[in-house]
């Protein structure tokens, strides 16, 4: 079993910046790729960015393209996404996840471990 834990959520205006952790635990050697998706009450799990553990390539969301950047600390089992020029439509519950297939990573089937989400609100 793989724990995750994301952190660094909260309520920012529009224009400003926050950085979103994720925190692995237990078996963390049998995920390769880690990702970040988002989901209101009125919409469906969104794809956000992922990221693989070894070689560190992001791919992005082209709705965050450019403002958001996914970053790994292998040390510290850890996945950031910093948010940059965030707007009201970024917000969201966000989720980290945890992939030990490696592909399929822009769709949540692609996951085997998920967090219990922070929460980020932009106000306009």
């Known amino acids: 079993q793989v724990q995750l834990v994301e952190a660094g959520g909260g309520l920012v205006q529009a224009g400003g910046s926050l950085r979103l952790s994720c925190a692995a635990s237990?078996?963390?050697?049998?995920?390769?790729?880690m990702g970040w998706f988002r989901q209101t009450p009125r919409t469906e799990r969104e794809f956000v960015a992922t990221i693989n553990w070894s070689g560190g390539f992001g791919y992005y969301a082209d709705s965050v393209k450019g403002r958001f950047t996914i970053s790994r600390d292998n040390a510290k089992n850890t996945v950031y996404l910093q948010m940059n020029s965030l707007k009201p439509e970024d917000t969201a519950k966000y989720y980290c996840?945890?992939?030990?297939?490696?592909?399929?990573?822009?769709?949540?089937?692609?996951?085997?471990?998920w967090g219990q989400g922070t929460q980020v609100t932009v106000s306009s």
């Open positions: 237990g078996r963390t050697a049998s995920t390769n790729a």
């Open positions: 996840a945890a992939s030990s297939r490696g592909y399929g990573l822009e769709y949540g089937s692609g996951y085997d471990y």
